[in-house]
């Protein structure tokens, strides 16, 4: 499939710098996304993050250039650490021995060989969903810089909510809200150079002071509803939308905001939507 095509370029173009610098955004050109979705799909598909996949590869092929007599100097300069106490310590966590130990005779090493993105057909679980195409609207709420690290990005933006819960920002921008969607949004702008995350309402009111306003641009997205407790139930939906709906959908990920929904804020049975943007193959 085109799809999956695409995501195979991305990764062989990785394993052609892996002693070299790898550019994100390169390669999430060639899987034909933006930086931001190509990290989030490879995480989902691969089940590990794309910068520990590359951490493993490079010391799986740190620990053959060692065990063919490679100085532990030369091969840690090779796969990008100027520093031996960084190569070290990366080496030990993949292979839970010293780059010195692993020349010796007998010693057990971890090999972690290259991916290949294949389609499997997965278990018969529906899957809601509906294809919204909107004109451009404007957000107001709390702005927040996003990592460019997605998997950093999962751990930051439950944080966000926690602080904009505890410093009232919600009893702030609930009584601006008008318009589609409707609910307290979660809006990931990570299409430029600066990421961020808004928790804002959909409006055409002024932003209050201390509050940020952004436009979030014209497009069709795919609409998939969940409940559960946060933010576990949500981040399985995104996982299953990527892996289980997007590869068979016609469509594929476009370069605008990917949003959350929120109808009930109840963050041990919260109900809320997964906005997807889309665009067809």
């Not at 292979?95 to 010796?104: I, K, L, N």
């Not at 961020?196 to 306003?213: C, F, Q, W």
Request: proline share 6%.
């Amino acid at each position: 499939m085109e799809w999956l095509d695409h995501l195979n370029e991305a990764v062989t173009y990785i394993e052609e710098q892996l002693t070299g610098e790898i550019d994100y955004d390169r390669a999430a050109q060639l899987a034909c996304c933006s930086s931001y979705h190509f990290q989030r799909m490879f995480s989902y598909i691969a089940g590990v993050p794309l910068g520990e996949y590359i951490r493993r590869r490079r010391m799986s092929l740190a620990a053959v250039e060692l065990q063919n007599g490679g100085r532990v100097l030369d091969t840690a300069l090779r796969y990008g650490y100027e520093s031996p106490t960084a190569f070290n310590r990366a080496f030990q966590g993949v292979h839970g021995v010293t780059p010195s130990a692993a020349r010796g005779e007998g010693v057990t090493l971890r090999a972690y060989p290259r991916l290949s993105f294949k389609l499997t057909v997965k278990g018969a679980e529906e899957m809601e969903y509906r294809i919204v195409k909107k004109d451009a609207f404007r957000i107001v709420g709390r702005k927040e810089p996003l990592s460019k690290d997605v998997e950093e990005c999962f751990q930051m933006v439950p944080q966000m909510w926690q602080r904009a819960a505890q410093e009232g920002v919600l009893p702030r921008i609930v009584p601006l809200m008008e318009g589609e969607p409707t609910g307290v949004l979660g809006v990931s702008a990570c299409g430029g150079d600066e990421w961020e995350y808004y928790i804002a309402v959909a409006t055409k009111k002024e932003a209050p002071a201390g509050l940020s306003e952004y436009t979030v641009p014209a497009g069709t997205w795919a609409v998939f509803p969940g409940t559960g407790a946060m933010p576990h139930a949500i981040q399985e939906l995104e996982k299953r939308v990527v892996t289980e709906w997007l590869p068979s959908s016609g469509y594929e990920y476009a370069d605008r905001p990917d949003m959350e929904v929120y109808l009930k804020p109840d963050p041990a049975k919260a109900r809320f939507e997964v906005w997807v943007p889309v665009v067809k193959k």
